[in-house]
């Protein structure tokens, strides 16, 4: 059987589109054309004299600097991971409950806020957001930097600052949104994978620096792992006031989200994602929480490896889906996600630092896999029996379903942490949470298979 063949990335979020002047009659551009504010008026990457004529410079540039600010969007988002297992030494008194719902929080509102991120896009223009969206990282920064130097502080106003660490959820939707503009179909989806991916290191990164950071001299500072960030999070914004572009002509396309919205294989996707990516942003979140309280003999500064490769496979999931389909890769993936949901529950059975923790290494590889091919997915499923003529209506529903799938699948990143913070509480275990996610695991493996891979389904044929 040939390999599948590749399918550029449809824009990520909410579907947008760039609108031209119909009524010109003048010859159109070769370059882009620019005006004060940083906007371009012409954006044309899919002509080959256009895109070589400066276009693919500009959108190399906009590139760079859009993976920084979504990188330290990741960074901040996953903060709490850090502090919350060290806050008990530092004179706060929490039960685990409380640790796990400080670790939950920002995942809620990470995914609650990437719909609007990706709708402020052609509202405010892709640099002008880009520029918002850096300086709202000093609110949660500057938050945890002072309410860690106060033990006396109330729960709930620790939830509040936890809940600001959500805004740095967001920028991952936008930032996708903006970058698809700027790259032609052929390269869309490579520039989308490196943006994607920069952007999940900052999960890992995080978790190896802030610990090392917060120990430098005497004692331990956990007001550093906010204040180290709010110089970058400037510096984010002066590089994107300095050498980010705006397009004219954006405007979100809500029809075509609208569509995705009543299209079946959204939702089911969405849930596909909330094993995949959801998983990854979850056991991100625990992984350190979970050493500390189960293994207190063993450093949590080991937790960043889990992350690190979660993010490192990503891309690879989406390369392995390119040649064997991304419904085979995402069922490959669910199972590797239970092997080692199962492994880990052996390991809290025996008390195995190694087997745990190795298992956990498999559970990251699993939903690293997933994010990549599940994302391979969806161009693949709202192409499949469509006309040539219908095509472009189904690239933007399947934008949609991006979108869509995007916010969704990040609410794992809430339910992972409840879910052992529910067992522990009720059972005075974690096995029972890591029983359920067996279970999801293998209904979502079992979801895929018979709706996109069974033969005799209708989708089977197409190589999803």
């Known amino acids: 059987m040939s390999a599948p063949a590749r399918e550029p990335a449809p824009a990520p979020a909410a579907p947008l589109t760039t609108s031209q002047d119909s009524t010109r009659t003048s010859p159109v551009p070769a370059t882009p054309v620019r005006r004060s504010g940083r906007w371009i008026d012409h954006w044309d990457p899919e002509d080959s004299t256009f895109w070589r004529g400066g276009g693919r410079a500009i959108a190399r540039r906009n590139l760079t600097f859009s993976v920084y600010a979504e990188f330290l969007g990741f960074c901040v988002w996953a903060l709490w991971s850090v502090v919350v297992p060290l806050l008990p030494a530092a004179g706060f008194s929490l039960t685990l409950d409380q640790q796990f719902w400080l670790i939950a929080l920002p995942s809620l509102v990470g995914a609650t806020v990437r719909i609007p991120y990706t709708f402020a896009v052609p509202l405010f223009g892709g640099r002008n957001w880009t520029i918002i969206s850096a300086l709202l990282l000093l609110v949660p920064a500057s938050a945890l930097a002072w309410v860690v130097t106060q033990p006396s502080s109330s729960f709930g ?21 903006n970058i698809s503009f700027f790259f032609p179909e052929a390269e869309k989806g490579k520039a989308l994978g490196l943006n994607a991916a920069g952007g999940n290191l900052g999960t890992g990164i995080v978790q190896l620096v802030v610990p090392a950071v917060i120990v430098v001299g005497a004692g331990t500072h956990l007001e550093r792992a906010g204040l180290m960030f709010i110089p970058l999070a400037l510096l984010a914004a002066v590089f994107a006031w300095r050498g980010m572009d705006n397009l004219s002509g954006v405007r979100s396309d809500y029809g075509s989200f609208a569509r995705a919205t009543r299209n079946r294989h959204t939702w089911i996707i969405s849930f596909l994602y909330i094993g995949t990516f959801g998983s990854f942003i979850g056991y991100s979140g625990a992984f350190p929480t979970l050493l500390k309280t189960q293994f207190p003999e063993t450093p949590t500064t080991i937790a960043f490896l889990g992350a690190l490769i979660g993010a490192l496979s990503r891309p690879l999931g989406g390369m392995v889906a390119d040649r064997f389909g991304g419904a085979r890769v995402t069922i490959g993936a669910f ?41 391979r997915m969806i161009p693949a499923v709202f192409r499949a029996g469509v006309s040539a003529d219908r095509l472009p209506v189904a690239r933007k529903t399947a934008a949609g379903c991006i979108g869509i799938a995007g916010a969704v699948g990040a609410y794992g990143g809430f339910f992972i942490p409840r879910g052992f913070a529910m067992a522990k509480a009720h059972y005075g275990t974690l096995v029972p949470a890591l029983w359920v996610f067996v279970a999801a695991y293998v209904l979502m493996a079992a979801t895929t298979y018979a709706v996109y891979a069974r033969r005799g389904s209708s989708l089977a044929a197409e190589t999803i």
């Open 157 to 177: 106003l620790l939830l509040a600052c936890a809940a600001l660490a959500g805004f740095g959820g967001g920028n991952f939707a936008s930032s996708m949104t």
């Open 335 to 375: 199972a590797t996600l239970t092997l080692g949901a199962v492994g880990a529950i052996e390991g809290l059975k025996s008390h195995s630092f190694a087997v745990f923790f190795c298992s956990f290494l498999v559970l990251f590889l699993g939903a690293g896999i997933g994010n990549g091919a599940t994302y």
